[in-house]
């Protein structure tokens, strides 16, 4: 009877340890369980995280070329404008050229009439930050140029109209009296009154660095341009706009070429608009560069993370794995030695025993 105890004692035993086991096992499984939660809701995290970030970036981007395509046809249209503009100003000028005599006969502010010619180009052809008008060129004198035109870091480039109506009509009337000598006499007297003006412009107003080294005398009518553009010294045969360039360093101008030369100032201002914008695009593009990099990082560093929990993963097996050859060895213990299946176990044997005592 003692023996049947003894034995009921392992297989009782035994039966704890396997409860044992199988309880331990299943703890250990809920810790890993709640490990790949935690790992799981930290790649929710992450993933979350970068879509936003590129969601972020994806909407900065196309805000940002949504404003630099508008910028730049915007100002694509405002230099078509001016041109056109332009183009109906020359043939409107050439349209007057015939009355302008008469409309300005008799005015006794010419200078005034000119000032306005020059100021109405100036408005059309180029924005208002680019000039100014009546500036102070030099700060011991009270003279002020009509108008100064603002070129790349704040230099001033003078420019000032004249209109000497009286000797210019002077050649007008010599010319319908076929008076040779009388309108060789008024060409002279005209080309002396803006030698005259480019003087006075060249001492009042040519300041550099404040200025270029150069101004613009402005002749509001085509008919008043060719006149002093032909006309040449009697002695010299010297043009007169090269003698006022070189001397007085004053360029004439005529509404034509006056025109043409604000307009491509205003290109030139617009391709710097756009040398700007472009500036600003390549600024953003290395923001976004740079948070790509640092989104690239973040993925390195999930990777990082997934390879160590894939570690703890593969641990997780190894150490499942032997507890289940654990528990296989406690419920086999013989496996190992491989018996012969013709022995008998223990057990049996025991049985064999106790009947031969009954008989």
Known sequence: MSLEIIILSFIFTGIVVLIFLQLKKKETSENDKIKENKIQIQLDELKSTMNSSISNMANSFNS?????????????????????????????????QE??????????????????????????????SQYSSNVKMKEDTSENVEFAIKLQDGVLVPVDSHFPVERYKAIQDAHQQDDKKAMAEARTKLARAFKEKAKSVNEKYIVPPKSVDFAIVYAPTESLFLELANYQDPSTKELLTQELMKKYKVTIMGPNNLSGYLQSLHMGFQSLRIKKHASEIYDHLKKISTRFNMHFNNVLVLRKKLEEAMSVVDSFGKDARAINRSIDSIKNPNDDDDPDPDTPSPISSYGQVEKRKVS
């Open 64 to 96: 940002l070329s949504q404003n630099v395509t508008k910028d730049m046809s915007s100002a694509l249209t405002s230099v078509n404008e001016k041109v056109n503009n332009f183009n109906f100003q020359v043939s409107e000028l050439n349209k007057s």
């Open 99 to 128: 009355s302008i005599n008469k409309i300005l006969a008799g005015v006794k502010k010419y200078g005034t009439m000119a000032e306005f010619s020059l100021e109405s180009l100036l408005k059309d052809l180029l924005p208002a």
